[in-house]
């Protein structure tokens, strides 16, 4: 059911291998000695093991998991010109997880020719939806005009306050939009009395306020369907939520790399668009083996030590 | 005035936010007690503002210990708070964005805030290797079933997982790394989940009900005098 | 100031220079506007990456100095939010004609209830709270910020108490109740199948089993007012190897989560500032 191929004779594997494979012998070999590994060796073990493969790409192929095909395909599944609201919530810190999977999302989204409301409940959040702006719409879906195919609302102060106000009422909250246009001039959100008016929210973020509060505030009062893309430590918490509360979830680099793939699949325009979920998976590896061996290494150590200490018992 | 103001502006705003979902027309009241609470958030960014001005300037003009740093903090504060309330640099007029591409406040914000901010929690993965290697002992049956879960959902995110176990036929599927750490995420761990949720959920409604009966009233502090 | 930190000052100026000298050439072959500027902003945020990143050898001063700022900076930018957004987007618009005026925002006109009582004038609650919030910074009055924080926790109560109730307790426990037998067609059909995706039978069962005794387990491990023995022992175990599986999860999660976050920067590093990568 879910597929995450790799083939072992590209380049950047065979380095990367060979490097970690050099690093380890000598750990496991300084282990077995019992002496004291410093922690800025294994600090530049870690930082070899992710630079590797960033100087020498590997490539995967990727298939989304359940969780994340829900959410894909809930996108595919609404009709033409629906109205989507996206919220950035998130920071610069979780931009390295959270930003791809915010670009694929729009990017499928405008794809779709669905209309798009982006809000921010972190001030960071607009500032980061910028970059999409920028970097996806503005260059990918030039023809996409604000006001008409989408529009920013920005941010405001009072995390879960906003979203209280928002569920019933959004132009008390939002009287205008980013650049201070009033709500009734601008013609997407016309009809749009509430967040209930939106066929999916899909909040992007990772901290508090985030899909959480989303779900607590807007999803179950408001009986909106709540999408979420969340950095992976906050996404083992949300899978409680799925699929009743959350239709689906995004978690990490792997939900952006999956999402991305599944777009490549769907739609053959994006084969070429940069894919930095996909990209991320090598250096990703590397260093989830890396930490394994860590686990184990230390293991054998606290083995020997236990041994030597049942031996002088 | 001290404890008892502070005591039933909290009963009254709570049990109104409280009433309002069973009562709609309610619900303009309670927008706009909850646009009250947005709006004073911004006063408490201007009070965190007002605050660290004041430690910083104290600590530079009593020559404290490390005082020379507290002129960084106080110059980072003033070239943002500048560039941003006066929207230095900024392409469009005064009704643009404040972070309007171009202006000085998102140039600070892309090349100042953003890297330090990523770097700062891009080191912890440093600290978790250490730790991993250090700590991650398999000690007793309860630290071997979470290592064991570790392990999963750690190689069930990589290729590297299914190259390990991608010789399994397919009737036996839900074997493969990849496959368990999905089973791992959606059953177990979402069993756990939740039971922490329902844990929290309560623990949060019991706190929600003493401070709006004002039972609960440590957030008040302890009166001095 | 040490010898040494004189050397390693020289040095970092001096590398700093030949990176915006670097940088800026390449933006101007690329033909970027105001390339100086360019070169300089792409060296800072290197060298403030650096800086950070510098913790790992120990506690430096070029650390503290990045993280001072850090501290300056994103109390500026929260603040700048927080009152183009909310007070000059929410507030002033409420309060003053001639102020959102001024701001361009649009006038958000009251009504007169009965005659006497202008709609708009309740939004001078906020004001009052939001300045008796800020005499917290007098050592005096400090006490009467009381009153404001008094409205924030209250309001946060009210909020919580609904919102946590419902999705939190009700739909939580809700989503436990799952068919423990699912879709049966027999032993035979039972032992067929042990894909994942297989629907129903053995996976699909053993997973809602684990759902709700799990989360029934889990719980009695919270319930701390009846001794943890006998059978209701044995459900506390379960229950904490249920939660340690979501521990593990977790910190699978968390891994992969950090080891993003320095991808991320050194994806920067490399590609940004050194060019070494594309």
Not at chain 3, 63 to 73: D, P
Request: with cysteine; glycine share 10%.
């Amino acid at each position: 059911m879910q597929q995450l191929t790799l083939s072992v004779f590209q380049p950047g594997v065979l380095i990367s291998l060979a490097v970690i494979g050099v690093g380890l012998a000598l750990l496991l070999r300084w282990t077995l000695q019992g002496r004291e590994v410093d922690r800025r060796v294994i600090f530049a073990f870690i930082f070899v093991s992710v630079a590797t493969p960033v100087l020498f790409p590997i490539t995967f192929e990727v298939k989304a998991t359940p969780i994340a095909k829900a959410l894909f395909e809930k996108i595919e599944s609404l009709p033409e010109g629906t109205k989507v609201m996206i919220s950035y919530d998130f920071d610069p810190a979780m931009a390295p997880e959270v930003l791809p999977m915010a670009n694929a999302v729009v990017r499928h989204c405008f794809q779709k020719n669905h209309k798009l409301v982006f809000i921010a409940i972190w001030a960071t959040g607009q500032s980061l939806l910028n970059q999409t702006l920028q970097q996806v719409v503005a260059v990918e879906f030039p023809e996409k005009q604000q006001g008409i195919d989408w529009c920013n609302l920005g941010y405001k102060a009072g995390n879960e306050g906003v979203m209280n106000v928002i569920v019933t009422n959004l132009k008390k909250m939002f009287p205008t939009d980013v650049n201070s246009t009033p709500l009734e001039q601008i013609e997407i959100l016309e009809g749009i009395q509430s967040c209930r008016d939106f066929a999916l929210i899909v909040s992007l973020g990772g901290g508090q306020p985030g899909p959480k509060e989303w779900i607590l505030y807007v999803g179950d009062p408001g009986n909106v369907p709540i999408g979420a893309g969340t950095a992976a430590v906050s996404a083992p918490q949300l899978y409680a939520y799925y699929p009743k509360q959350l239709i689906g979830l995004l978690g990490g680099v792997k939900g952006a790399a999956e999402y991305e793939f599944e777009l490549m699949q769907k739609y053959e325009r994006f084969k070429s668009v940069d894919a930095p979920g996909i990209r991320m998976m090598g250096p990703q590896t590397l260093a989830h083996v890396v930490i394994i061996a860590f686990i184990m290494l230390g293991n054998v150590a606290y083995l020997r030590t236990r041994r030597k200490k049942g031996g002088a018992a | 005035m001290k404890r008892q103001v502070p005591l039933l502006i909290t009963l009254f705003v709570g049990t109104l936010l409280i009433v309002s979902v069973f009562v709609p027309p309610l619900e303009g009241m309670q927008e706009n007690s909850t646009l009250f609470f947005d709006i004073i958030a911004v006063f408490a960014f201007f009070l965190g503002g007002g605050n660290l001005i004041r430690i910083h300037l104290t600590k530079v003009a009593r020559k404290k210990g490390d005082w020379e740093y507290s002129l960084v903090t106080l110059f980072g504060f003033l070239l943002m708070l500048s560039s941003g309330l006066f929207k230095i640099g900024n392409p469009g007029d005064i009704a643009a964005a404040v972070d309007t591409p171009g202006s000085w406040f998102q140039t600070i914000f892309f090349y100042m805030m953003s890297p330090l901010n990523s770097t700062m929690y891009a080191l912890l993965a440093f600290f978790v290797a250490s730790a991993s290697y250090r700590a991650f002992r398999a000690k007793n049956r309860e630290a071997t079933i979470l290592l064991v879960s570790a392990f999963i959902i750690l190689l069930g995110q990589t290729p590297f997982g299914t190259m390990l176990t991608s010789w399994m036929p397919d009737k036996f599927s839900v074997l493969e790394i990849p496959n368990m750490a999905v089973w791992v995420m959606s059953s177990p761990n979402l069993a756990g989940q939740r039971a922490i949720l329902i844990g929290i959920g309560l623990g949060v409604v019991g706190m929600s009900l003493r401070i709006i009966l004002g039972i609960e009233r440590t957030y008040l502090g302890e009166d001095k005098g | 100031m040490s010898r040494l930190a004189i050397i390693v000052t020289i040095c970092v100026v001096v590398l700093f220079l030949g990176s915006w000298i670097f940088k800026a050439l390449q933006a101007q072959d690329a033909g970027v506007d105001h390339y100086l500027l360019r070169g300089f902003l792409v060296t800072c945020s290197a060298f403030l990456t650096l800086a950070i990143l510098s913790f790992l050898y120990k506690d430096n001063p070029i650390y503290k100095f990045a993280e001072h700022l850090y501290v300056g900076i994103s109390a500026g930018y929260w603040m700048s939010q927080g009152f183009w957004s909310t007070i000059v987007g929410n507030l002033i618009p409420r309060l003053s004609q001639s102020l959102s005026g001024f701001f361009k925002q649009p006038y958000n006109a009251g009504e007169w209830m009965g005659g006497f009582f202008y709609t708009n004038w309740v939004f001078y609650v906020p004001v009052i709270f939001g300045v008796l919030l800020l005499m917290r910074l007098s050592s005096k009055y400090g006490w009467i910020s009381r009153w404001a924080l008094a409205f924030i926790v209250g309001t946060t109560a009210g909020l919580q108490f609904i919102r946590y109730m419902r999705s939190d307790f009700i739909e939580q426990i809700s989503s436990t109740f799952v068919p423990l037998l699912v879709d049966w067609q027999g032993i035979g059909h039972f032992f067929s199948n042990l894909s994942l995706s297989a629907t129903g039978q053995l996976v699909a069962m053993v997973s809602n089993w684990i759902i709700f005794l799990g989360v029934l387990c889990g719980l009695i491990y919270f319930f701390f007012s009846k001794e943890h023995t006998g059978l209701f022992g044995k459900a506390s175990r379960f229950g904490i190897w249920i939660l340690m599986v979501t521990f593990g999860a977790s910190f699978g999660y968390t891994v992969m989560g950090r080891v993003s976050l320095l991808v991320g920067r050194i994806t920067f590093l490399f590609r940004d500032w050194l060019g070494i990568t594309s």
